[in-house]
Antibody, heavy 120, light 107 residues
């Protein structure tokens, strides 16, 4: 089955670090870009950035540059989203999604989402 | 950055209606425009890519049109399963951006 499976929900305190994961299966993982999308409670979708699985080239959205880090482990077909110091405002659902690197394609496959709650 | 303006932000419609949602971009994105559907508590689902191409498995009552800066998502013969929030999304240039969403509610 073609799928992206994300790690489970997390509850953290402000200032703590966190890494969540997104594992692809059933397709050629290196043939797609992985994007991360944030959805704050009751709000819309925000593109955080993308990583090219083939070479780890990244683009970050301006609101996220310097606050999060994307990485890839191709040996286990897994993408990661990392925070070094969480804020309460990072509380949100986070989705990974894939997109082919060519043509005007959309995000045709999404992970199930990882809920991150940051609270003291 | 490319700004996305979706309208309306919400609408009420009845089963069987034809619904039109528009998305305007602040600069030309050719046809690098996608549409997603999201139901409460669920993962977004790709409906339309490249402005007018129907994603596999999506009912044919959904259609997209437009190019440049003006785009439209049309839902013909609205079904109970279609009540959801719809987002446009551009992948022409980074940062890729989403519209603010259109909530389609039951009249």
């Amino acid at each position: 089955e073609v799928q992206l499976v994300q790690s489970g929900a997390e509850v953290k305190k402000p200032g703590e670090s966190l890494t969540i994961s997104c594992k692809g299966s059933g397709y050629s993982f290196a043939s797609y870009w992985i994007s991360w999308v944030r959805q704050m409670p009751g709000k819309g979708l925000e593109w955080m950035g993308r990583i090219d699985v083939s070479d780890s080239y990244t683009n970050y959205g301006p609101s996220f540059q310097g606050h999060v880090t994307f990485s890839i482990d191709t040996s286990i077909s897994t993408a990661y989203l990392q925070w070094s110091s969480l804020k309460a405002s990072d509380t949100a659902m986070y989705y990974c999604a894939r997109r082919t690197g060519i043509s005007a394609a959309g995000f045709d496959l999404w992970g199930q989402g990882t809920l991150v709650t940051v609270s003291s | 950055d490319i700004q996305m303006t979706q309208s309306p932000s919400s609408l009420s419609a009845s089963v069987g209606d034809r619904v039109t949602i528009t998305c305007r971009t602040s600069q030309s994105i050719k046809t690098y425009l996608n549409w997603y559907q999201q139901k409460p508590g669920k993962v977004p689902r790709l409906l339309i890519y490249a402005a007018s191409s129907l994603q596999s498995g999506v009912p044919s009552r959904f259609s997209g049109s437009g190019s440049g800066t003006d785009f439209t998502l049309t839902i013909n013969n609205l079904q109970p399963d279609d009540f959801a929030t719809y987002y446009c999304h551009q992948t022409y240039s980074v940062p890729w951006t989403f519209g603010q969403g259109t909530k389609v509610e039951i009249k």
